[in-house]
């Protein structure tokens, strides 16, 4: 296995490697051809650490620092370790929403009608080598 370089959980860096896995994907990707959206990730407490993450038909076309300023299609957060329980696949997405284990803000019915591909996006989040001492 090539050594790759570990991120730190939810760092510029780390997002920008999210990205390029969202990419790789191709079922994901074809499974949202019709979303576009902007989605703002962060870890509870760390708000101003925030990254973005835009998704346009499907694609991820950029990642990177959010914009504390902007308004974003869809808010993601969670503790650190709820985090890393879902990127190991410990917890699954959908229980993780219904438990407010993940914290949420955005269009529920969008949400819904992708769920598989959203759930999808959140276990891809655990092939990103990551260093979860944040």
């Not at 696949?89 to 993940?102: D, I, N, V, W, Y």
């Amino acid at each position: 296995m090539e050594d790759r370089m570990a991120y730190k959980f939810l760092s510029e860096d780390w997002i920008k490697a999210y990205a390029e896995e969202w990419n790789k994907n191709e079922k994901l990707m074809n499974d949202l051809k019709n979303f576009s959206a902007s989605i703002k990730y962060y870890v509870e407490g760390k708000e101003n650490d925030a990254v973005e993450l835009i998704i346009e038909k499907g694609k991820a076309v950029s990642a990177g620092k959010a914009d504390p300023n902007k308004r974003y299609d869809f808010e993601l957060w969670a503790s650190l370790e709820n985090w890393k329980k879902l990127a190991t696949g410990e917890m699954g997405p959908r229980a993780a929403m219904l438990t407010k284990r993940l914290k949420f803000k955005g269009s529920m019915i969008t949400a819904m009608k992708y769920m598989g591909a959203f759930e999808e996006s959140l276990k891809m989040m655990g092939r990103v080598p990551t260093v979860w001492d944040v």
